[in-house]
């Protein structure tokens, strides 16, 4: 199994709390990305990292934001929660194998619940 | 704007049949193609994945068929089993390491296999 760690696993929060969910990984992969999945939405990228201290936006990006101070660890800031970002969080890491990318592997998720 | 679509939100195929899911995209620029899979309260995990340089890649009891000219691929399970239940996603990306790399995924289709 790929070296990634998502914490907390579940969080239940009130609505208007700051949340920091946490992704950790081993395998010094360059890529690091927060998706949503939501029923009849699939997976939503909400950010992603290319590298340390380089991130941009995913489709879903409002209302959430990233840190990534270092090469194994990639934050995602709910700054203000609200019910409509209750969802499973997941993070996924990427790699480069020669010229090419490589497939992503995901974390096992992040409930989170906004009362 | 929806660029990796997945049609069919479920199908049931009996065991010991072929289970076919389908999967369409609309950016171009799209040359590396992925399936995951899903099981409840886990994260996706890697499945198989084609790169457009190629119109099939198999891997056991599975098997992708890309279909450039259309924007479609598909995912052929023979013989289907009923561990293979769980949600399938379809996902989408540019290949070359250096670009970034953002993984699209569709909607996802589950898929029970009956005895």
Same mark, same amino acid.
């Given at each position: 199994?790929?070296?990634?760690?998502?914490?907390?696993?579940?969080?239940?929060?009130?609505?208007?709390? %700051?949340?920091?969910?946490?992704?950790?990984?081993?395998?010094?992969?360059?890529?690091?990305?927060?998706?949503?999945?939501? %029923?009849?939405?699939?997976?939503?990228?909400?950010?992603?990292?290319?590298?340390?201290?380089?991130?941009?936006?995913?489709?879903?990006?409002?209302?959430?934001?990233?840190?990534?101070?270092?090469?194994?660890?990639?934050?995602?800031?709910?700054?203000?929660?609200?019910?409509?970002?209750?969802?499973?969080?997941?993070?996924?890491?990427? +790699?480069?194998?020669?010229?090419?990318?490589?497939?992503?592997?995901?974390?096992? +998720?992040?409930?989170?619940?906004?009362? | 704007?929806?660029?990796?679509?997945?049609?069919?939100?479920?199908?049931?195929?009996?065991?010991?049949?072929?289970?076919? $899911?389908?999967?369409?995209?609309?950016?171009?620029?799209?040359?590396? !193609?992925?399936?995951?899979?899903?099981?409840?309260?886990?994260?996706?995990?890697? $499945?198989?994945?084609?790169?457009?340089?190629?119109?099939?890649?198999?891997?056991?009891? !599975?098997?992708?068929? $890309?279909?450039?000219?259309?924007?479609?691929?598909? $995912?052929?399970?023979?013989?289907?089993?009923?561990?293979?239940?769980?949600?399938? !996603?379809?996902?989408?990306?540019?290949?070359?390491?250096?670009?970034?790399?953002?993984?699209?995924?569709?909607?996802?289709?589950?898929?029970?296999?009956?005895?």
């Amino acid at each position: 199994d790929a070296g990634i760690t998502q914490s907390p696993r579940h969080k239940v929060t009130e609505t208007g709390t %700051p949340v920091t969910l946490r992704c950790h990984q081993t395998e010094n992969h360059r890529y690091m990305y927060w998706y949503r999945q939501d %029923p009849g939405h699939g997976l939503r990228l909400i950010h992603y990292s290319y590298g340390v201290k380089d991130t941009d936006k995913g489709e879903v990006s409002d209302g959430y934001s990233v840190s990534r101070s270092k090469t194994e660890d990639f934050l995602l800031t709910l700054e203000s929660a609200t019910s409509s970002q209750t969802s499973v969080y997941f993070c996924a890491i990427r +790699g480069i194998l020669g010229q090419k990318n490589t497939e992503a592997f995901f974390g096992q +998720g992040t409930r989170l619940t906004v009362v | 704007d929806q660029q990796v679509k997945q049609n069919s939100p479920s199908l049931s195929v009996q065991e010991g049949r072929i289970s076919i $899911l389908n999967c369409d995209y609309t950016n171009s620029m799209f040359d590396y !193609f992925l399936w995951y899979k899903k099981y409840p309260a886990e994260g996706p995990t890697f $499945l198989i994945s084609i790169s457009s340089i190629k119109d099939k890649n198999e891997d056991g009891r !599975f098997t992708v068929f $890309l279909n450039k000219s259309a924007k479609h691929l598909s $995912l052929h399970i023979v013989p289907s089993q009923p561990g293979d239940s769980a949600v399938y !996603f379809c996902a989408a990306s540019a290949s070359r390491a250096g670009t970034a790399s953002k993984l699209t995924f569709g909607t996802g289709t589950r898929l029970q296999v009956t005895l």
